[in-house]
Nanobody, 121 residues
């Protein structure tokens, strides 16, 4: 019913930049919060950043000042601009959205398939 598709991952040197995108599609009525999470090998998935429908943002301490989350409500798309990347940012990055579908009554969480970000030292 609802799909999230990420793009923009890849390999970058330390200090470099990448921008991730995540587009939500399907029978969407409305989207509440959207966000990015990441999971490094052998570690639990962790929050990177979230943004509400009115633009309020929240960041993990480890990325504050380096990453910027934004969204285009008209396109149902969320972005993550990542600057000054470090090797410890290497992980699979997952998009998340709190979506109410056209046939649904409540909001529920949807996840993308993940995109790999690798930062070399």
């Amino acid at each position: 019913q609802v799909q999230l598709v990420e793009s923009g991952g890849g390999l970058v040197q330390a200090g470099g930049s990448l921008t991730l995108s995540c587009a939500a599609s399907g029978r969407i009525f409305s989207i509440n919060a959207m966000g990015w999470y990441r999971q490094a090998p052998g570690k639990q998935r962790e929050l990177v950043a979230t943004i509400t429908s009115d633009g309020s943002t929240n960041y993990a301490d480890s990325v504050k000042g380096r990453f910027t989350i934004s969204r285009d409500n008209a396109k149902n798309t969320v972005y993550l601009q990542m600057n000054s990347l470090k090797p410890e940012d290497t992980a699979v990055y997952f998009c998340n959205a709190d979506v109410k579908s056209r046939s649904g009554t409540y909001y529920r969480d949807y996840w993308g398939q993940g995109t790999q970000v690798t930062v070399s030292s």
